[in-house]
C-alpha cells in the first residue's frame, strides 16, 4: 500500500484489524510506504517493525501462521490463520463480530482479545 500526500491536504489512512504478513515482503515497511503520509495501524498483525512514519497500536508481531489463499468458505478467498497463530481472537472484544464471514460463531477461544486488553 502506498499512501502519501496530495496538494489537497495530508493523507492519513487509517488501517484497524488487518494483517501485514508474508507478502513477498520482510518488513511491514516494504508492504506500506507512507511517502510522507501519517499512516496508523490500530488492532492489527504486523510483520516486522512499525513502518517509518507510522503510528502503531496495539500491533502484534508474532507470525499468524496464514494459510494459502483458497476458498476456507464465505464470499471470498482467504488465507486462514493457523490454529496457534496470532491471529485467532485477537480482535478487540468489543468490537468482535458474533461470527465470521464463514457464518462460524466466534471468539473460537473465552475472548475475542485472547485476554489482552480491547
Aim: glycine fraction near 12%; hydrophobic fraction near 30%.
Amino acid at each position: 500500500m502506498f499512501s502519501s500526500d496530495t496538494p489537497e491536504g495530508e493523507s492519513q489512512p487509517q488501517l484497524v484489524r488487518v494483517v501485514l504478513w508474508a507478502n513477498g515482503a520482510v518488513d511491514a515497511g516494504d508492504q506500506l510506504s507512507s511517502g510522507g503520509a501519517t499512516p496508523r495501524l490500530e488492532h492489527s498483525i504486523v510483520q516486522g517493525t512499525c513502518p517509518v512514519g507510522a503510528t502503531c497500536d496495539t500491533v502484534i508481531h508474532d507470525d499468524p501462521l496464514l494459510g494459502p489463499l483458497e476458498d476456507n468458505g464465505g464470499f471470498t478467498e482467504t488465507r486462514a490463520p493457523g490454529a496457534a497463530g496470532s491471529a485467532v481472537d485477537a480482535a478487540p472484544s468489543l468490537t468482535c463480530p458474533p461470527t465470521d464471514q464463514r457464518g462460524v460463531s466466534r471468539p473460537l477461544t473465552v475472548c475475542c482479545s485472547r485476554g489482552r486488553p480491547p
